[in-house]
């Protein structure tokens, strides 16, 4: 007597080859029944002996395909019935498509090894895929996701690859990426005018980078700028003709093992380098690693990753030693070019030779970058490989919502049900052709996951590209509400959701600007609250911030608001500056002349950094606290510096940092004063935190905002709050830094209008 039982499916299971993979599993253990995509979800009636439909039901929880994510099983015992085999049934044609797109990931272990088989009709073909690997996300074009809306949709199947569409048992069953050399994408190589060159594209790109050349290679969410990163001539001249002076490139080797060669690496950044996703890991980099200097000057880390398309291990078979710089193509801060015309025209003063091809990118996607960090993964960029993957709020979303994040760094959230559709990484959305993405691609996801926002959820900052965009479509709409979160409440609340957190946290918000809710320019904070509200429990001292922006590009205007507020003076910083230029700062701190007032922790950092004569300018924002990271790395620190804590009348905590600054004007050893001050603000998050729990009780933390990017600070910090009894938490999922605020905003939007 046979048993039957219905299975219903919910997560990512759609458009991941999960249909193939059960039908698969169900013959093995000689179960009839079917298999049947429904929204969202996946049927499956199984019937047969009893310990075989137990197997199935293991094998279902525990294994299933790589790109596919199981949220929840539940199953119903049902009558048996007379039949004798296992189907895919056809989906209904009402069918809205899928609710969940997968990221782009690298090819799986079965197309590898198809592409090194000598016998195989895609021997060798730079765009095999199947449903288990492949683009996703970069070429696909509208909803439903099938192949008539990807850039494949003017590649006709020929029909041997229309024959594996069609067969459910095989991989391809349904990938709409499908392509082979005869009916899929083709390679081009055209030299930097765009004329088309005859010679073998492979072999010929491989000569020119061996030569000492910058090629331009056509990737899977943009184009990259490759060259030799043992070779300092090339990579210097990389640097020249890229406009980038000092920002590090990531670097890309054949496998895990020429990795261990160029920085060390622990098991979790063996399987994160490993990973589907493939992103830039950031490894500390060995003394004796073949590196050219100019590739992240000063840098104690290195950003690697391995090949992730089909293209990248076929160049890696023809140099299988080598280390290729494979930076994103674009000049200074451009967004990364992915379009033919467009790389061409921008990225033909840089390459001398762009390896193209004939499927197009839709949607624009940076790699993604990450760390560990004490044995957990801190996410620097989530983009390539990890979006469109939704994130599960510990809460659901009561009606869609669409969240904007911030000015930099862009990012944006959709929120349905439980999950947080967050974007890839848009980039600074002052640039205008990241803005016009950032636009594009909102009205993309909405249409791929199938919803429309009745509420749009804002940064509190009037002059944001995104809270502009926001307050356009809400005035535009009856149907969509307007909801705007302050900065810092959103940081929070994306450390809270990421860590299921529902309860209230002491968040300790450190970043370098955000828009306070008394206008004042806020980064050094401390609140106590949850999705609901907040209250600022403490902040730093506010000091003037000279010439406002322009100050972040030139810290040693800060150092010097920090100076005159504690008093005291610096001649070996003054005789670094123009005395001209030192003397307009002066006068305009005097008058309090364009001086808007910020309690910064990155601004903080950024004076401390010049005083310890790190450097004076910076050409990205960070720069310099990232120097003086490095600079306290590897040594104990052995004592801390004074500072104050004040109280006010409405019970908030003041941190002063003018005793800091005094003692670091007479320290004479840099790498020393670096470390102190570090171990200084760990102290202070430490204690302020104590005074905050006598008020509040509260006992978990919270450490979010931009300057938790640094990891010294992150793991000292993390000391002193657990020495003292807090429950730390931290950012795993998404970057501490703006990027994570579109998700802050969707789950405090979505608890408030509940
Ligand atoms: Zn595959
Ligand atoms: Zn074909
Ligand atoms: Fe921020």
Redesign the pocket.
């Known amino acids: 007597m046979p048993f039957r039982r219905g299975i219903l499916v919910r997560g990512i299971v759609q458009g991941v080859g999960f249909r193939p993979w059960v039908f698969h599993q169900a013959r093995a253990f000689d179960l009839t029944g079917f298999v049947l995509n429904r929204t969202g979800e996946v049927w499956i009636e199984v019937q047969g002996k009893l310990a075989d439909l137990d197997r199935f039901m293991t094998m279902l929880a525990s294994h299933s395909p790589p790109l596919a994510r199981i949220d929840a099983i539940t199953t119903r015992p049902l009558e048996p019935i007379t039949e004798n085999d296992f189907r895919i049934e056809a989906s209904s044609a009402a069918e809205p498509g899928p609710i969940f797109v997968a990221p782009d990931v690298a090819?799986?272990a079965?197309?590898l090894a198809e592409l090194c088989d000598s016998g195989a009709r895609r021997f060798h073909y730079p765009f095999l895929?199947?449903t288990?690997?492949?683009p996703r996300l970069t070429i696909i074009t509208g909803a439903p996701y099938d192949r008539a809306r990807t850039t494949l949709a003017t590649f006709p199947l020929c029909p041997a690859c229309q024959a594996e569409y069609d067969n459910p048992a095989d991989?391809r069953f349904h990938a709409q990426a499908i392509a082979c050399p005869v009916c899929g994408p083709q390679l081009q190589l055209v030299d930097r005018h765009g004329k088309a060159l005859l010679e073998p594209p492979l072999s010929t790109v491989v000569a020119a980078l061996r030569r000492g050349q910058i090629v331009a290679l056509k990737g899977l969410g943009g184009f990259h700028l490759a060259c030799l990163a043992d070779n300092d001539l090339v990579v210097r001249e990389l640097r020249r003709r890229k406009q980038r002076e000092e920002k590090p490139f990531a670097v890309m080797v054949a496998n895990d093992i020429a990795a261990a060669r160029l920085g060390e690496i622990s098991l979790g950044e063996r399987d994160l380098l490993n990973s589907p996703a493939r992103p830039i890991v950031l490894l500390r980099r060995r003394t004796d690693a073949a590196i050219a200097d100019a590739v992240a000057p000063h840098n104690p880390y290195l950003g690697v990753m391995l090949p992730y398309t089909p293209l990248h291990h076929l160049l890696f078979h023809d140099m299988p030693d080598t280390t290729l710089v494979m930076t994103s193509g674009n000049r200074a801060d451009e967004p990364i070019a992915h379009d033919d015309a467009d790389a061409l025209e921008r990225l033909g003063d840089i390459a001398d030779l762009f390896l193209l091809h004939n499927r197009p990118i839709h949607v624009r996607c940076d790699d993604s970058v990450t760390r560990v960090v004490a044995g957990v993964e801190l996410p620097l960029r989530r983009s390539r490989g990890y979006a469109p993957q939704p994130i599960t709020l510990p809460f659901r979303c009561p009606q869609p919502i669409l969240a904007v994040g911030g000015q930099f760094k862009g990012t944006f959230a959709l929120g349905r049900d439980c999950h947080a559709f967050l974007s890839h990484h848009l980039g600074d959305l002052d640039d205008y052709a990241a803005f016009s993405a950032f636009r594009r691609d909102i009205a993309l996801y909405e249409e791929l996951f199938a919803l429309e926002p009745t509420l749009i959820v804002h940064d509190l900052h009037p002059n944001y590209a995104s809270t502009q965009y926001a307050r356009e479509r809400i005035g535009s709409s009856r149907h969509q509400q307007g909801f705007a979160v302050q900065h810092h409440h959103a940081h929070l609340a994306g450390c809270m959701a990421e860590n299921n957190l529902t309860e209230p946290v002491i968040g300790v918000t450190f970043d370098g600007t955000g828009y306070g809710l008394d206008g004042t320019i806020w980064g050094g904070e401390f609140l106590v609250g949850d999705y609901r509200g907040f209250r600022r429990a403490a902040h730093f001292r506010p000091v003037p911030l000279p010439g406002g922006d322009r100050a972040v590009r030139e810290p040693w205007r800060i150092a010097l608001a920090y100076l005159r507020d504690a008093g005291v003076t610096c001649a070996k910083l003054e005789s670094r500056i123009a005395k001209p230029a030192w003397r307009t700062i002066q006068q305009m701190l005097d008058r309090g002349f364009q001086c808007p007032l910020t309690s910064s922790a990155g601004r903080l950092f950024d004076a401390v950094a010049v005083l310890a004569g790190v450097r004076e300018t910076v050409s990205f924002e960070g720069q310099a606290a990232m120097q003086l990271e490095w600079l306290a790395t590897g040594s104990a620190a052995d004592a801390v510096y004074p500072y104050d804590i004040a109280t006010t009348a409405a019970a908030t905590f003041v941190i002063d940092f003018r005793p800091l600054i005094r003692a670091v004007v007479g320290e004479p050893e840099a790498a020393q004063l670096a470390r102190r001050f570090h171990a200084t603000l760990a102290e202070v998050i430490g204690v302020v935190c104590a005074r905050i729990r006598e008020q509040t009780s509260l006992n978990d933390v919270v450490l979010t905002g931009g300057v938790f990017l640094n990891t010294l600070l992150t793991i000292e910090t993390t000391r002193q709050l657990e020495s003292r009894g807090f429950r730390v938490y931290r950012h795993r999922l998404v970057p501490p830094s703006d990027a994570g605020l579109s998700l802050g905003q969707l789950a405090i939007a979505a608890a408030n209008v509940r």
């Open positions: 090819p799986c079965a197309c895929n199947c288990h690997c492949g991989r």
